[in-house]
């Protein structure tokens, strides 16, 4: 059974950072491309970064480009999303997803919540 | 980027009834679109990927069809379970976009 957990979420200042994890169990990970989707309070679903299998090549939504970096360590099954100059706006619930093939997000874990607030 | 816009933002209906959601893009994402369901305070779930296939584990009352620009979600008879907000996606071009979701309610 796949299973991803999220975890590293919490209340950061504006400007300041944040490392989310996701621990990915029961497929192997390094086959599969993994992505992150946010979601704020009440609002709808927001892709955020998604990255290969191999982690060479990644992309990001126009909105965290330059801010956020996606990468992943597949000797320990663990994805993550370093945040810098985080602000209001990114206040979310950040879920990752395994991607299938082809690439939709096929299992999701149950998400972190992040607050960005002074 | 490519937009996403989902109609009606809410749909009220019966169980029993059928449910017709809708998906439109701003320009052609051919067929790699999907259709996701969340209950409150859950994940999303896969139900429809590359327009018209149903994910492992879906029940055949979800069925999705269209190309290019128009797209829809179909739930033949509502289930008491399937009261909840649908999402579109596309993976047509990068950024991957979400619609802004159609909530299904109990009437």
């Known amino acids: 059974e796949v299973q991803l957990l999220e975890s590293g979420g919490g209340l950061v200042q504006p400007g300041g950072s944040l490392r989310l994890s996701c621990a990915a169990s029961?497929?192997?990970?390094?086959?599969?491309?993994m992505t992150w989707v946010r979601q704020a309070p009440g609002k709808g679903l927001e892709w955020v970064s998604a990255?290969?299998?191999?982690?060479?090549?990644?992309d990001y939504a126009d909105s965290v480009k330059g801010r956020f970096t996606i990468s992943r360590d597949n000797s320990k099954n663990t994805l993550y999303l370093q945040m810098n100059s985080l602000r209001a706006e990114d206040t979310a619930i950040y879920y990752c997803?395994?991607?299938?093939?082809?690439?939709?997000?096929?299992?999701w874990g149950q998400g972190t919540l992040v607050t960005v607030s002074s | 980027e490519i937009v996403l816009t989902q109609s009606p933002a809410t749909l009220s209906l019966s169980p029993g009834e059928r449910a017709t959601l809708s998906c439109g893009a701003s320009?052609?994402?051919?067929?790699?679109l999907a259709w996701y369901q969340q209950k409150p305070g859950q994940a999303p779930r896969l139900l429809i990927y590359?327009?018209?296939n149903r994910a492992t584990g879906i029940p055949a009352r979800f069925s999705g069809s269209g190309s290019g620009t128009d797209f829809t979600l179909t739930i033949s008879s509502l289930e008491p379970e399937d009261f909840a907000v649908y999402y579109c996606?596309?993976?047509?071009?990068?950024?991957?976009?979400f619609g802004q979701g159609t909530k299904v309610e109990i009437k």
């Open positions: 320009q052609s994402v051919s067929s790699y």
């Open positions: 029961g497929f192997t990970f390094s086959n599969y491309a």
């Open positions: 996606q596309q993976r047509s071009n990068w950024p991957w976009t």
């Open positions: 590359d327009a018209s």
């Open positions: 990255i290969s299998g191999s982690g060479s090549s990644a």
């Open positions: 997803a395994k991607c299938s093939s082809p690439q939709y997000f096929d299992s």
